[in-house]
């Protein structure tokens, strides 16, 4: 039995001598690489955590002393540690979740995989325990150098020293790297420390002098290291800058030396005040393919090859993000106003190539959503149209810019929101199913959902070309269709994919619902009711040709996938009162839950957004003469009013 295997929880570590924990550090890699290679997950992170997240619980008495992971894709080491070692369905419904979840143990603090919002959640908790008597209780805090560049971060920093009688240890693994090499002026300044001579040769200098002492002289050293670095902090001058907001800086420490990195952690958990740890860590350490990667050492990876790396599997259609990316491109070309901004996310938003073009024409903020959206209105003001990039789910962070700082100055600025609507294995942090119904209450907001990748290029060149107002173009992750075909296109730019030989039923299809909504029309009119599909292409505002359609139909179909309250169907329902149209609506998508990882296809079943489940509850209004269809004179009634229908086989 190996001695990962031994470890249900984190006191086993305890009784370990050095040599056997050096032996797990190596066993703990190997089972990342080969059961992360069968499921697909955050790789590069946790490979370069394993000797840190050793000490933070050699130290600390979890979950006594809770541990909040910023961002908490780094914490797959952490559930090995605390008894959850079946990684063989992680990511998937009913297996482990990709982040920290509070359901699956009491060692998982925060869920959110938003970054930056650690050390609010610390300063919190540790004011929490010393006003309720708990001060024995310390609070910990591990965030990468990429999330300080994240403005949450500084605004904890800055409160958090106004009562300094708290045990709270902040440990910052610094790899250089968020999801690619870390930018912005902190970056730099932390780049500094890492590479300067004074700290290097300060540190072998050091370890030669004791290196003469013989045996007794290295013990000494491993001794007095977490001490040392005090002093060399001093030579980095990032005690000056902590110092000065009132905190104890300790570092830099080598974060895969285990016995250093207990001794300082030792340190900041007896201080009794707020402690920085600065631990220097290696994105994806012990595996070569991740170390040799380039573009971001394996953060995130699909299903590989443990001995190459190499992907297993691939599709033969570009991704949406892949299109938006040769779209930008090729606007970019055309028109020198076109610049991007994107928030510690280049290559995942699909920036890189505009970057390799233009790379004076690309802005990467870090992880600072609120100020990547208020530079874009500056920008525009100067006379640019700024293209903002960003998943669905971090959109959120910036409505009030949008808001406040975009629309209200009426500022051409598009926003591009990739991996809108439903993620799957990330879980409920990463769905992008609130942007439909947040922005669409901004006032003078435009807001398209391509259905394939012509439409990603339509809409790009539509977005861009105004000058007065934010514009959005959503898309979802995965593969892109080339092409869903259109039978024409109305005066008002609506494109009708399938019409029926009756108008009983109007399908409004968001984006990627086109498909689903096709197959629920061909469902129907095997059961004699006519279905006519459209894609609105934009959304929002609702185009008056979607009102007159409505008007000639006997039922509404909205179909979207983002949450129902207050999505696009609302907007249509209530765009259709006010014109005085009284045709049913019935408003399809998500429901306002928080949705548990699982598969893409998994989700939308559950929430009855399949073809077979939606046709199925038309033909039971129908049957229930909620809704009357239209039939041409002398005709039988339609063949759905026998006992026992089913819609999918018309018996």
Partial sequence: MSILEKISSPRDLDGLTESQLKVLAL?????LINKVALTGGHLGPNLGVVELTLAIHRVFDSPNDPIVFDTGHQSYVHKLLTGRQDFSHLRERGGLAGYPQRSESDHDIVESSHASSSLSWADGISRGFAMTGQSDRAVVAVVGDGSLTGGMTWEALNNMTDDNARRMVIVVNDNGRSYAPTIGGMARYLNDVRTRKSYRSLRRSSEQFFAKLGAPGRALYRGVRGGTHGFLSRASNNEALYSNLDIKYIGPIDGHDLHAMEEALTQAKNYGAPVIVHAITEKGRGYQPARDDQDDQFHAVGKIDPVTGRALSTSSQQSWTGVFSDALLAEGTRNKKVVAITAAMLRPTGLHAFAER??????????????????AAGLAYAGLHPVVAMYATF???????????????KAGVTFVLDRAGVTGPDGPSHHGMWDLSILQVVPGIRIAAPRDAIRVREELAEAVAVDDAPTVIRFPKGSAPEEIAALRRTEGGVDVLAEGDREDVLIVAVGPMATIA??????????????????????????????????????VIT????????GIGTRIRQRLREAGVDTAVDELGLPDLFIDHASREQILTDAGLTGQQIARDVVAQVLGSRIPVARPDGEDPHPATSPGFDAVTGK
């Fill in 358 to 375: 233009f790379p004076t024409r690309v802005h990467d903020v870090g992880i600072a959503e609120q100020h990547a959206v208020t530079s």
């Fill in 518 to 555: 096709l197959d629920v029309a061909e469902r129907l009119r095997a059961q004699g009711i006519g279905a006519t599909v459209v894609d609105p292409r934009w959304v929002v505002p609702v185009n008056e040709d979607v009102v007159e359609l409505a008007r000639r139909h006997r039922l």
């Fill in 559 to 566: 179909l979207e996938d983002g949450v129902r309250v207050g």
């Fill in 395 to 409: 959109v959120n962070r910036a409505f009030d810019q949008i808001l406040m700082d975009v629309a209200l100055h």
């Fill in 27 to 31: 066993e703990i890699r190997e089972f």
